[in-house]
């Protein structure tokens, strides 16, 4: 029996450590929609100030999540790094049909990550990622609070040795939906 499970394992093990790529450093830039920062200003901090009845909130602006992420691999099943990323959301507080305040709000959220790279191809790869770190909320007074991403389906389709394009689907402060280009050396 013994034998038969370490047999399984290296059919599952050898697969992934064959297609193992060559490089060390990878690069992204990506576009998200729906940042776990702009669901929490819209649903918690508004849900609370929304309650006049003469308030009304116009002209609402969301700028998605942009980020930029590097990864150093140490395995061919494992990479560490790093994400950057911002979000920022406009909006014109009214009351009595009279503007009152501009509300800027401006997300800055700096992460330590890992990936786990479950599917190694030359040009198709997918991946999980787990990232979490702090988030620097500039909406009048500063707030620092705790923030992260995890991303259950990663994908990545590899257009030459050095470039591709990616698309995640997770939660987060790079959103529900993300995807961009990577520059793997």
């Known amino acids: 029996m013994k034998r038969i499970v370490i047999a399984l394992f290296a059919l599952f093990v050898l697969p992934l450590s064959l297609n193992a790529l060559d490089y060390k450093h990878e690069f992204s830039v990506s576009y998200g929609a729906y940042s776990s920062s702009i669901i929490y200003h819209v649903f918690v901090h ?19 999540p942009v980020s930029i992420e590097y990864y150093r691999r140490v395995s061919p099943l494992w990479s560490f790094g790093a994400i950057g990323a911002n979000s920022d959301l406009f909006y014109d507080v009214y009351y009595n049909s009279e503007k009152r305040q501009d509300v800027r709000v401006y997300n800055f959220t700096a992460m330590a990550a890992a990936k786990l790279h479950w599917q190694n191809g030359q040009h198709f790869n997918m991946y999980s990622k787990a990232a979490l770190g702090v988030l ?15 991303s259950l389906l990663g994908m990545e389709v590899m257009f030459t040795r050095q470039f591709g394009i ?9 959103g529900i939906v993300h995807g961009g280009m990577c520059f793997k050396m």
């Open 46 to 64: 508004e849900m609370f100030n929304d309650s006049d009845p003469l308030r009304d909130a116009r002209n609402d602006w969301a700028l998605g």
């Open 136 to 150: 620097l909320k500039n909406a009048g007074p500063s707030i620092v609070l705790p923030n992260f991403q995890l």
């Open 166 to 174: 990616f698309a995640e689907a997770g939660i987060g402060e790079q």
